[in-house]
């Protein structure tokens, strides 16, 4: 078969039924869902101009079709099927796998990301239309970040919830999903609506320094300290949070506890992001540009975060120079990197874009990780076939693969511990493991690996 | 394949073994329903003991595909364009479909080697270090037989993983080692449908003289384990795992020893590989050993992972080789 053939029958099997074929029910599902997203864009014109009391029904309306629909097509789709992994289409498909639809979406959500942090005033109707949700949370009318949080919180339940469905075969999957949802909705999404109604610092308690990279500043801690009791508790969970909970879990766990288990921004890398996490970059070209990537945000943040707490004692120019840092960091890292990048090059780079080359937390828990933790993805003998298939599904573009080939330890500092790789094996050879620190690198060296005698 | 995979309805495949069960996967994702000639009355009989075969055979059949056991192909029916229109069975019964695959298995092509002058028998005739009759012509893979077999072993083996050692091996003689073939315990793995396998050690369809067979079912009957031990002494010979994810070493040293199996199944945990979280099946199958063998009944002890004194044991030992 020459290349053109080839390239026909891969077109031919999108529509026969090599992928997945649409139900009536899924139909359904994904109708509701654009009738919701539709009535959310129609607010963007029309919601300004009505009544509180309209505006509650026809957000009702939109978020029920979104959360509704959703829900009926994740769920059906792989409820529909035995439990086990599908890798059906995943390489030819338009949506997952960088075609027509996929750069479309990419363009739509960076789009959005613009607009949320730049342009706010093109999203006036549709913050409008959420106030009515916000008063209730919040006792206060909405604003950008309250509707993007509920955006994001709807998005992780959604997506988590057909995650669940489509990994059910794996406890390791659905016990992390839970606590995913869990950790959003209540950390980051009703507990600081509570503490605003409550007339407190708006704070979301599972992010840290410095991923929240404002959260060690002077200036942050001492506003949180006016804030009376509450604000002595904020500070020091955030304080033991960096300094006390980091490196203590990380050792125990490795950088899973937080990357894969905690935060928002994996968490919603693995269940809103989970149809695109196969496109992560797996060249060793990728790996370099990453090691540079993102300790060179790390040295920024450590470096300025320390400049500030020596800023009364600097002499003047290099104020406004600290100044000029702060604003650049926010501008370039902490909104076009972790927002923008971060989830608008989902279907094109992967989930994990912001998490493996920028995220200044993730590069902190992937030092220790890689040096002083218990962690370890085992290789287990000599099984590996070589399918690929952990490389493929690997979200931070580990290749797998060339360790389980030569039954070697999996130890890098990117590894957020998701375990799709030992989900999605086929022979059982790898596995996320804790356990003690020596022998770590390779431990079965020595051992006969091939079928070899020992004797050799 | 893929080019005549949207006119066909239906696929027949003949033979019950590993490739076959891999084409009716691929035939599955395809939107083709599939027939599974089977000449025996289990699925790949001639390896695995009869509990298991049964239990790939229900996986194979939750899928969708139409198991026959005990039918064999007489011949295939061509269309006026001479393709394939429908299959014959030998009883008689014809049976429309648009696609045969003969996945019978694997057999050396030895006919340039014969036609050279190469000793052959079923495969390629070769000693301990892959040389074959004729001086500087070698053979490994699929296509060699040993003419010593290793303990075992089969004559020819045909897995993937033997030919990259039998490669390493012939590259490592011809250039001037002397490295004869000792391969270790034997392993081998699949995965049918959704349902991974391990196998360690030798485990034959039915155990040989003198030795005993231990078996544990999950009720559900997508999960499994057998043991063999020799009689007696009680040492582990080969293990059989379906469902759960065994660790290669733990099983490697166990054989290597000749560990008594009331040992093992103390340490079963150590053996575990499944990812955390997941169910541990281990003091069930303990219970039914006990219940089963009183007189060698042994109280579960180990836990699973990288913590248990099984695998620490274990490691202490391959450090101490390392070094």
Same mark, same amino acid.
């Given at each position: 078969?020459?290349?053109?053939?080839?390239?026909?029958?891969?077109?031919?099997?999108?529509?026969? /039924?090599?992928?997945?074929?649409?139900?009536?029910?899924?139909?359904?599902?994904?109708?509701?869902?654009?009738?919701?997203?539709?009535?959310?864009?129609?607010?963007?014109?029309?919601?300004?101009?009505? %009544?509180?009391?309209?505006?509650?029904?026809?957000?009702?309306?939109?978020?029920?079709?979104?959360?509704?629909?959703?829900?009926?097509?994740?769920?059906?789709?792989?409820? %529909?099927? $035995? /439990?086990?992994?599908?890798?059906?289409?995943?390489?030819?498909?338009?949506?997952?796998?960088?075609?027509?639809?996929?750069?479309?979406?990419?363009?739509?959500?960076?789009?959005?990301?613009?607009?949320?942090?730049?342009?706010?005033?093109?999203?006036?109707?549709?913050?409008?239309?959420?106030?009515?949700?916000?008063?209730?949370? $919040?006792?206060?009318?909405?604003?950008?970040?309250?509707?993007?949080?509920?955006?994001?919180?709807?998005?992780?339940?959604?997506?988590?919830?057909?995650?669940?469905?489509?990994?059910?075969?794996?406890?390791?999957?659905?016990?992390?999903?839970?606590?995913?949802?869990?950790?959003?909705?209540?950390?980051?999404?009703?507990?600081?609506?509570?503490?605003?109604?409550?007339?407190?610092?708006?704070?979301?308690?599972?992010?840290?320094?410095?991923?929240?990279?404002?959260?060690?500043? /002077?200036?942050?801690?001492?506003?949180?300290?006016?804030?009376?009791?509450?604000?002595?508790?904020?500070?020091?969970?955030?304080?033991?949070?960096?300094?006390?909970?980091? /490196?203590?879990?990380?050792?125990?766990?490795?950088?899973?506890?937080?990357?894969?288990?905690?935060?928002?921004?994996?968490?919603?890398?693995?269940?809103?992001?989970?149809?695109?996490?196969?496109?992560?970059?797996?060249?060793?070209?990728?790996?370099?540009?990453?090691?540079?990537?993102?300790?060179?945000?790390?040295?920024?943040?450590?470096?300025?975060?320390?400049?500030?707490?020596?800023?009364? %004692?600097?002499?003047?120019?290099?104020?406004?120079?600290?100044?000029?840092?702060?604003?650049?960091?926010?501008?370039?890292?902490?909104?076009?990197?972790?927002?923008?990048?971060?989830?608008?090059?989902?279907?094109?780079?992967?989930?994990?874009?912001?998490?493996?080359?920028?995220?200044?937390?993730?590069?902190?828990?992937?030092?220790?990780?890689?040096?002083?933790?218990?962690? $370890?993805i085992?290789?287990?003998?000599?099984?590996?076939?070589?399918?690929?298939n952990c490389s493929?599904y690997c979200?931070?573009?580990i290749?797998v693969?060339?360790?389980a080939?030569?039954?070697?330890?999996i130890?890098?500092?990117?590894?957020?511990?998701c375990g799709l790789c030992a989900a999605v094996c086929?022979?059982?050879?790898l %596995?996320?493991?804790?356990?003690?620190?020596?022998?770590?690198?390779?431990?079965?060296?020595?051992?006969?690996?091939?079928?070899?005698?020992?004797?050799? | 394949?893929?080019?005549?995979? =949207?006119?066909?309805?239906?696929?027949?495949?003949?033979?019950?073994?590993?490739?076959?069960?891999?084409?009716?996967?691929?035939?599955?994702?395809?939107?083709?329903?599939?027939?599974?000639?089977?000449?025996?009355?289990?699925?790949?009989?001639?390896?695995?003991?009869?509990?298991?075969?049964?239990?790939?055979?229900?996986?194979?059949?939750?899928?969708?595909?139409?198991?026959?056991?005990? +039918?064999?192909?007489?011949?295939?029916?061509?269309?006026?364009?001479?393709?394939?229109?429908?299959?014959?069975?030998? @009883?008689?019964?014809?049976?429309?479909?648009?696609?045969? #695959?003969?996945?019978?298995?694997?057999? =050396?092509?030895?006919?340039?080697?014969?036609?050279?002058?190469? &000793?052959?028998?079923?495969? *390629?005739?070769?000693?301990?270090? #892959?040389?074959?009759? @004729?001086?500087?012509?070698?053979?490994?893979?699929?296509?060699?037989?040993?003419?010593?077999?290793?303990?075992?072993?089969?004559?020819?083996?045909?897995?993937?993983?033997?030919?990259?050692?039998?490669?390493?091996?012939?590259?490592?003689? *011809?250039? !001037?080692? &002397?490295? =004869?073939?000792?391969?270790?315990?034997?392993?081998?793995?699949?995965?049918?449908?959704?349902?991974?396998?391990?196998?360690? !050690?030798?485990?034959?369809?039915?155990?040989?003289?003198?030795?005993?067979?231990?078996?544990?079912?999950?009720?559900?009957?997508?999960?499994?384990?057998?043991?063999?031990?020799? +009689?007696?002494?009680?040492?582990?010979?080969?293990?059989?795992? #379906?469902?759960?994810?065994?660790?290669?070493?733990?099983? &490697?040293?166990?054989?290597?020893?000749? @560990?008594?199996?009331?040992?093992?199944?103390?340490?079963?945990?150590?053996?575990?590989?499944?990812?955390?979280?997941?169910?541990?099946?281990? =003091?069930?199958?303990?219970?039914?050993?006990?219940?089963?063998?009183?007189?060698?009944?042994?109280?579960?002890? +180990?836990?699973?992972?990288?913590?248990?004194?099984?695998?620490?044991?274990?490691? !202490?030992?391959?450090?101490?080789? +390392?070094?």
């Amino acid at each position: 078969m020459n290349d053109l053939t080839a390239g026909l029958s891969y077109e031919s099997h999108s529509l026969t /039924p090599g992928g997945h074929r649409l139900t009536v029910l899924e139909k359904a599902g994904l109708g509701l869902f654009g009738i919701g997203l539709l009535i959310l864009a129609a607010g963007l014109f029309t919601a300004s101009d009505v %009544s509180s009391e309209a505006r509650m029904l026809w957000l009702g309306l939109a978020w029920g079709g979104i959360a509704g629909g959703g829900l009926l097509y994740g769920l059906h789709k792989h409820l %529909s099927e $035995r /439990p086990g992994i599908r890798n059906h289409g995943k390489t030819t498909d338009n949506l997952t796998a960088r075609g027509a639809l996929g750069w479309t979406l990419a363009v739509l959500f960076t789009g959005f990301y613009v607009m949320l942090y730049w342009f706010p005033g093109m999203l006036a109707g549709l913050i409008r239309l959420h106030d009515p949700l916000s008063e209730f949370l $919040r006792g206060k009318p909405a604003d950008q970040w309250f509707v993007y949080g509920t955006f994001y919180t709807v998005g992780i339940l959604v997506m988590g919830a057909k995650a669940i469905a489509k990994y059910r075969h794996s406890r390791y999957q659905i016990v992390r999903t839970c606590v995913i949802m869990a950790t959003q909705l209540g950390f980051a999404y009703l507990l600081p609506a509570l503490f605003v109604k409550l007339n407190q610092p708006e704070v979301y308690l599972s992010y840290f320094w410095p991923l929240a990279y404002d959260k060690l500043f /002077p200036g942050t801690l001492q506003g949180f300290l006016q804030a009376g009791n509450i604000g002595c508790f904020i500070v020091g969970w955030f304080v033991i949070g960096t300094l006390v909970a980091t /490196p203590v879990l990380t050792y125990y766990f490795g950088k899973r506890w937080y990357c894969s288990w905690v935060c928002g921004c994996g968490g919603l890398a693995n269940t809103f992001g989970d149809p695109w996490r196969q496109n992560s970059d797996k060249s060793l070209k990728a790996w370099k540009i990453e090691r540079w990537m993102i300790h060179s945000v790390l040295v920024w943040i450590v470096g300025m975060t320390a400049l500030l707490w020596f800023a009364p %004692s600097l002499p003047e120019f290099m104020q406004g120079f600290l100044q000029t840092l702060k604003q650049w960091y926010g501008f370039l890292i902490g909104a076009a990197f972790a927002g923008v990048v971060g989830v608008g090059f989902y279907p094109l780079m992967g989930t994990r874009v912001w998490c493996r080359f920028g995220c200044p937390m993730a590069a902190i828990l992937g030092l220790l990780q890689r040096f002083n933790s218990r962690f $370890r993805i085992t290789t287990n003998g000599a099984q590996c076939i070589s399918c690929g298939n952990c490389s493929k599904y690997c979200e931070m573009g580990i290749d797998v693969r060339h360790y389980a080939q030569r039954g070697q330890n999996i130890i890098r500092a990117s590894c957020v511990g998701c375990g799709l790789c030992a989900a999605v094996c086929p022979r059982g050879v790898l %596995s996320l493991e804790n356990g003690p620190t020596a022998g770590r690198y390779n431990h079965i060296e020595g051992i006969s690996l091939l079928g070899e005698e020992k004797s050799r | 394949m893929e080019k005549y995979a =949207p006119t066909t309805k239906r696929a027949v495949i003949v033979g019950g073994g590993l490739i076959g069960v891999e084409v009716a996967e691929m035939l599955l994702t395809r939107g083709i329903s599939v027939l599974f000639l089977v000449r025996e009355n289990a699925f790949w009989g001639s390896v695995l003991p009869s509990d298991e075969a049964r239990l790939v055979g229900r996986e194979i059949v939750r899928h969708g595909i139409d198991m026959r056991y005990e +039918t064999e192909l007489k011949e295939i029916l061509p269309d006026e364009r001479g393709r394939v229109r429908a299959m014959v069975t030998k @009883t008689g019964e014809e049976i429309p479909c648009q696609m045969v #695959f003969l996945t019978a298995g694997v057999s =050396p092509n030895t006919g340039l080697a014969k036609a050279s002058g190469i &000793e052959s028998d079923r495969g *390629i005739l070769v000693d301990r270090h #892959f040389r074959t009759s @004729t001086p500087h012509v070698w053979a490994g893979g699929d296509c060699a037989q040993h003419r010593e077999v290793p303990p075992g072993r089969r004559p020819v083996e045909q897995v993937w993983y033997t030919g990259k050692i039998h490669g390493e091996h012939i590259a490592a003689n *011809i250039c !001037g080692e &002397e490295r =004869p073939y000792l391969p270790g315990v034997w392993f081998n793995s699949a995965k049918f449908f959704d349902i991974e396998y391990q196998t360690y !050690g030798i485990v034959l369809p039915e155990p040989k003289e003198g030795e005993e067979s231990f078996y544990w079912e999950h009720p559900a009957g997508d999960k499994s384990l057998r043991v063999n031990f020799r +009689t007696g002494s009680g040492e582990v010979l080969g293990v059989n795992v #379906f469902g759960i994810r065994h660790r290669h070493v733990v099983w &490697e040293s166990w054989i290597a020893s000749r @560990t008594r199996v009331e040992d093992a199944l103390v340490d079963l945990g150590a053996a575990n590989f499944d990812p955390e979280f997941f169910r541990q099946y281990e =003091p069930e199958i303990v219970a039914a050993f006990n219940s089963r063998y009183p007189e060698r009944a042994v109280k579960l002890n +180990t836990r699973k992972g990288l913590f248990s004194a099984a695998i620490a044991k274990l490691l !202490g030992q391959s450090q101490l080789q +390392t070094a």
